[in-house]
């Protein structure tokens, strides 16, 4: 059973199956016994990352079906909220899904500015246990690192370090970073733009947009203006779409090469049409990659969802279930057993579709880097830009 709780108007859709029994309180009892584990969800589901959300829901459950429909021998509930990528209702969301429905796991967010505020609570709280699918906010990992807190996604760090010796190696000397103006853009641009000087660049500006505003145009009349050899950009889903056309339609792309970290063409692919094509970036996933894991996982997951359909916030979501069946298999189901959960999870291999990886200290992927670019709609690998990949974990001290 799936429902959907709409955080606004306080009650519930649901989306399949049969509603919860009228009355029913889970008890502590009937959660240790047969009673199903609850999984509740904060993902966005409608705006720029609507996209993204609901690929993470349907390979999350695609992996929790394809290992018999159960979490260590039972059956699974999920409860969903959608985040409407709001800041300010962060917390409030995450409290009613750990206080009101008890969910034994949560999983989310997709936004960096949500993550900080959802690990500060549960990783204060030290349960449940959190799965981070998406959202790349340094200090998950970092300075608000918990126990509690798993990220089968990546750092923000880990995506854009790679970029600047790449276009620097591209023969780029000057660029400008673009992105929207939260955690995410500002720490993926700091990235970009501090490797890219290493090599021995110069990042002549930094343009920071309103999120989730698509208004560009003042912005492509500055890149024209000010001609840098390149300029590295993050934006995703919708907004994405956006800003590769207006910067085709800006007559930019032929002139100043785009670069991004990989979510700029990632899933966008078809509606970005032209606009996507060439683009390169930098990404813990290409859909090319020749490993069993993924072809099986792009075949399953595009016969359920549609050709083309797959993309990396799936890998992740998929790989967030992945994860969890391996914390209830080492404890039979058993949620109340959370340190034994913990350390099964913090050990776990992943057999990834990005390809086999661990957990650091922190509780991030270990993972390679590519160098990307989009070749007739499809990604495809130019170059293994870093192998294994640890984020630094700056400020992690549990
Ligand atoms: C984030 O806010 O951390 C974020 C959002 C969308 C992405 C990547 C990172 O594609």
Not at 89 to 107: E, R
Not at 367 to 378: D, F, S, T, W
Request: charged share 20%; proline share 5%; net charge positive.
């Amino acid at each position: 059973m799936t429902t959907i709780f709409d955080g606004d108007r306080r009650h519930f859709l649901t989306l399949a199956g049969a509603t919860a029994a009228a009355g029913f309180i889970p008890t502590r009892f009937a959660i240790a016994g047969n009673a199903p584990v609850k999984i509740g969800i904060l993902l966005p589901y409608s705006g720029t990352y609507a996209m993204l959300g609901e690929s993470i829901t349907n390979a999350f459950k695609m992996r929790i079906d394809e290992a018999g429909g159960k979490l260590g021998g039972r059956s699974v509930e999920y409860v969903a909220i959608d985040s409407e990528m709001s800041v300010p209702k962060a917390g409030q969301n995450v409290n009613k899904l750990i206080s009101k429905q008890k969910a034994d796991f949560i999983l989310g967010p997709v936004h960096s500015g949500i993550a900080a505020v959802m690990a500060k609570i549960i990783g204060k709280k030290g349960s449940p246990i959190m799965i981070d699918p998406n959202a790349g906010s340094n200090a998950v990992t970092g300075a608000l690192c918990a126990p509690n807190i798993f990220r089968t996604s990546f750092s923000n760090w880990q995506t854009a370090v790679m970029a600047g010796p790449a276009m620097y190696d591209a023969g780029h000397r000057t660029i400008i970073t673009i992105s929207w103006k939260y955690g995410a853009g500002i720490q993926m641009m700091q990235a970009g733009r501090e490797s890219f000087e290493k090599a021995g660049g110069k990042s002549v500006k930094d343009i920071l947009n309103p999120f989730p505003s698509v208004e560009f145009q003042a912005h492509l009349s500055t890149i024209a203006d000010m001609k840098p050899d390149a300029v590295f950009a993050f934006f995703s889903g919708g907004g994405a779409i956006k800003f590769l056309k207006d910067y085709e339609a800006a007559g930019l792309k032929a002139k100043i090469p785009l670069y991004g970290t990989g979510f700029l063409t990632e899933g966008v692919e078809k509606p970005a049409g032209s606009a996507a094509e060439g683009v390169q970036t930098t990404l813990h996933y290409v859909r090319d990659l020749p490993n069993e894991t993924n072809k099986r996982f792009i075949a399953n997951y595009e016969k359920q969802f549609g050709a083309g359909k797959s993309n990396v916030f799936a890998v992740q979501g998929y790989d967030a279930a992945s994860l969890l069946l391996q914390g209830m298999a080492a404890v039979d189901g058993d949620v109340g057993a959370q340190g034994k959960i913990i350390s099964a999870m913090g050990s776990a291999v992943i057999d990834s579709p990005r390809g086999k990886f661990t957990f650091s200290k922190s509780h991030n992927p270990v993972q390679n880097i590519y160098l990307r670019e989009v070749r007739n709609g499809k990604q495809v690998t130019l170059k293994t830009l870093a192998k294994g990949l640890e984020d630094p974990a700056v400020g992690c001290k549990a």
